[in-house]
């Protein structure tokens, strides 16, 4: 997919896609951490951190290329690159809740 990706237009249409998903599968799994409580969630939303900030970063650079070699385009590539760093205080802000619920949550043996 990474090879099919030629023209601006392409990599313009899926950096917006990869910085929703990101946003929406983020906001999923704080979703079912505050639901089910239950601890495993939070080591694979640490791995999913891991893994959208090397997807995000990719097409930040492709974006910052485009940016330097296209002028004409430079206003899309600008709003592109605002979605993409809007993921990261979003993800601070998911990151603080959710050690905030980790925090207040009672152990209880039974």
Do not use: C, Q, W
């Not at 030629?6 to 950096?15: H, I, L, P, Q, R």
């Not at 592109?80 to 760093?85: Q, Y």
């Not at 809007?86 to 993800?91: E, H, K, M, R, Y």
């Amino acid at each position: 997919m990474i090879a099919d990706l030629k023209t601006f237009k392409e990599v313009n249409a899926v950096s917006r896609k990869v910085a929703l998903f990101s946003f929406l599968t983020g906001t999923m799994i704080l979703a079912l951490y505050f639901f089910s409580h239950y601890h495993g969630v939070i080591y694979f939303g640490l791995f999913f951190i891991t893994v959208a900030f090397i997807g995000n970063s990719f097409f930040t650079v492709l974006l910052m290329n485009y940016f330097i070699k296209e002028k004409v385009h430079r206003r899309a590539i600008l709003f592109s690159l605002f979605l993409i760093f809007l993921n990261v205080p979003i993800g601070f802000f998911y990151l603080d809740l959710g050690f905030e619920i980790y925090n207040h949550i009672e152990i209880i043996n039974e």
